[in-house]
């Protein structure tokens, strides 16, 4: 237990129904005894899992803050593990902040960002797999997304990552033996036996890291950029795509400054679309900073739609907005296809299939919806590569841990090569260990106070 008793407001600002104060600590019950008067049983704090009717009021002044009803949920069966208060206040700022006023003023500290959940990890009743799913399930974009982090939260990643820490165990005990046991002959039996668990524990790793980019897309969304000269349609695909009016539409050219980014569902994959100022010689300081912001989104961008204008054709800013792109993986989009009445007069088609060739090519009205399925299957082939979340929805998605598994499968392939090279058999171990502290990061089994913080400041105040 954390000595300390803190306090948030942990529903959203704004107005609302209900609105929750929430308490965590081993004070939470006396102080709320301080301010909360109970229409009917003064020994309400008796009774877990209860709601408790009544007024949260001032006792120094007696005044009454709200009408509430009090939750309580006693450690060690609550999220923090720790005694747990709710108070649900009506959902409005004055009397959501005055009751935290009079929390605060009864003995507990403001918590920090994330506190609660860190709480619940620090006394374990989460690991650090868990306590991240939960961020991700608040900022969940699509169902799949959301499943993902579900299936994190339940623990099936957990278990898979306990038990890859259980073998690199069990061969440090094997090389430990071997250590203790010089004098005896078994050495190189052992060495082998090494060797081939090291390798299937690197594939069972490398398994998991296959689907790392595809989970890391679910769960972060997939950057795209539509990049392509002013008043070619951006902003109109924009809007077709997300069916929301948000962008700006407009035929003056220049006049989508700012970037604008949009999160969309297509086949379950988040897409964080971002339409981008369009890319021209300008002497408007707004606009070239909209140009500079473009360019660094292309390089940020997981995808490039790059479109180009049936009707005006192709010139030679395409020409530098493909040599802006080149490096990325992209689709190649023809737009206004609905005015091109003579197909034989459509030249642009022909110089577009010769740019970027690994890039598909679409031909779409923005105007008139056509094409529209066919870019949307197009963007998800392109990035998920077919590769869907598995049944038991065990995959990793954050980069966090992508990284920490990385690091390990470095350690087992310098583990590998010592074997070969014939490196002491305790210099080995250390690679082990080396693999195990990775694997265990991710978990926390094995984590220091700086990556804590540093996972939970992401999360909001009140979580
Ligand atoms: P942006 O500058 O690239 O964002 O282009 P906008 O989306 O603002 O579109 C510029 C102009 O082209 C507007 O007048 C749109 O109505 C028009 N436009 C966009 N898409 C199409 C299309 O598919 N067909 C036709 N005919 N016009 C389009």
Redesign the pocket.
């Known amino acids: 237990m954390i000595g300390d008793t803190i306090a948030a407001i942990s529903t959203p600002p704004g107005e609302g129904g209900i609105g929750i104060v929430r308490i965590s600590g081993p004070e939470a019950i006396d102080i709320t005894n301080k301010i909360f008067k109970p229409a009917k049983n003064k020994r309400w704090y008796k009774q877990n899992y209860k709601l408790n009717y009544g007024y949260i009021h001032d006792p120094d002044n007696s005044q009454i803050i709200d009408e509430v009803l009090v939750g309580i949920m006693r450690a060690p069966f609550s999220y923090t593990k720790e005694d747990v208060i709710e108070i649900n206040c009506h959902g409005g700022m004055l009397p959501l902040r005055k009751t935290l006023e009079l929390v605060l003023k009864k003995g507990a500290r403001l918590a920090e960002p994330g506190e609660f959940t860190k709480r619940a990890f620090l006394n374990g009743r989460l690991d650090l797999i868990q306590a991240e799913s939960i961020i991700d399930i608040i900022r969940a974009n699509t169902e799949d997304s959301m499943r993902l982090a579900i299936g994190q939260l339940s623990g099936g990643l957990s278990k898979k990552i306990n038990e890859i820490q259980q073998q690199l165990l069990l061969i440090i005990s094997i090389i430990e033996a071997n250590i203790d046991f010089p004098e005896d002959d078994v050495d190189q039996y052992n060495l082998i036996e090494i060797k081939q668990r090291v390798e299937l524990l690197e594939q069972e790793i490398n398994n998991l890291l296959d689907y790392a980019e595809t989970g890391r897309i679910y769960r972060e969304g997939l950057r795209t950029v539509?990049i392509?000269?002013?008043?070619?349609?951006?902003?109109?695909?924009?809007?077709v795509l997300s069916k929301v009016n948000r962008?700006?539409?407009?035929?003056i050219?220049?006049?989508?400054r700012d970037l604008i980014e949009e999160v969309i569902n297509i086949g379950g994959v988040p897409i964080k679309i971002i339409?981008t100022a369009?890319i021209r010689e300008t002497e408007d300081i707004i606009e070239k900073i909209g140009v500079q912001k473009t360019k660094e989104s292309i390089q940020n961008a997981d995808l490039v739609i790059l479109?180009f204008?049936?009707?005006v054709g192709f010139d030679f800013i395409d020409n530098q907005i493909v040599e802006l792109v080149k490096h990325k993986k992209g689709i190649k989009v023809i737009?206004?296809?609905?005015?091109i009445k003579n197909k034989n007069e459509f030249n642009t088609k022909q110089k577009v299939r010769n740019l970027l060739p690994h890039w598909p090519l679409i031909d779409?009205?923005?105007?008139?919806e056509?094409g529209i399925d066919k870019l949307k299957n197009e963007i998800v082939s392109i990035i998920t590569g077919g590769k869907v979340i598995p049944q038991d929805n065990i995959m990793i998605s954050n980069i966090r841990h992508k990284n920490q598994l990385v690091k390990a499968v470095n350690y087992l392939k310098d583990v590998q090569n010592g074997i070969l090279q014939g490196i002491a058999i305790d210099v080995l171990a250390i690679d082990i260990r080396g693999a195990w502290e990775a694997v265990g990061e991710i978990t926390g089994t094995a984590v220091n106070e700086n990556i804590i913080d540093k996972i939970f400041s992401e999360f909001c105040i009140g979580k």
């Open positions: 539509i392509g000269k002013p008043n070619v349609g951006k902003s109109s695909l924009l809007n962008a700006i539409v407009t035929n050219p220049g006049t989508t339409d369009g479109v204008d049936a009707q737009n206004k296809i609905d005015v779409i009205s923005a105007l008139e056509k």
